[in-house]
């Protein structure tokens, strides 16, 4: 099954916590080990946090990955990769229900091919991306430039 055909993975980072610069090139590199190969980076940008109070800004970029992965696949290693770095689980006890927090990365699936999924616990596209400058400004920067 493997080597068949390279997917064109579109994941979205971010970091408040910590060097972040140093927590997403960390992410970049892991997800380049286990993901897939990262082909293309947006530049890193700094924001306000979206969806909660912090006195900690973020740090966010885009990358494309070509990966040979499932999209459940790379759910499973992206979340690995965010435990791995620091990142806990929410008070709910799952991935499912996140709350918005001061994290040392977040790994958001974007795009996944042109595929369309809608489960529990995955939906790509990423069902808030358009509504977060912080995802489509470098988003566009990688698809565009």
Known sequence: MRGEHL???????????GDREQQLLTAIRLIGERVGEVTRQSS???????????????L??????????????????TQKIERDMGRHKSVHGT??????????????ILLYDDRHIDEPDLTIPHPLMHERDFVMKPLREITTG
């Not at 997917?7 to 916590?17: D, E, I, K, P, R």
């Not at 890193?44 to 973020?58: A, L, V």
């Not at 970029?61 to 696949?73: D, K, M, Q, S």
């Open 7 to 17: 997917h064109a993975v579109y994941l979205g980072l971010g970091s408040n916590m």
């Open 44 to 58: 890193f940008i700094e924001t306000e946090p979206w969806g909660f109070q912090s006195d900690n800004r973020f």
């Open 60 to 77: 966010n970029a885009v990358i494309l990955c070509l990966t040979e992965r499932t999209p459940r696949e790379v759910l499973r290693l």
């Open 95 to 108: 991935y499912v229900h996140r709350t918005y927090q001061d994290r040392p990365i977040d790994i958001d």
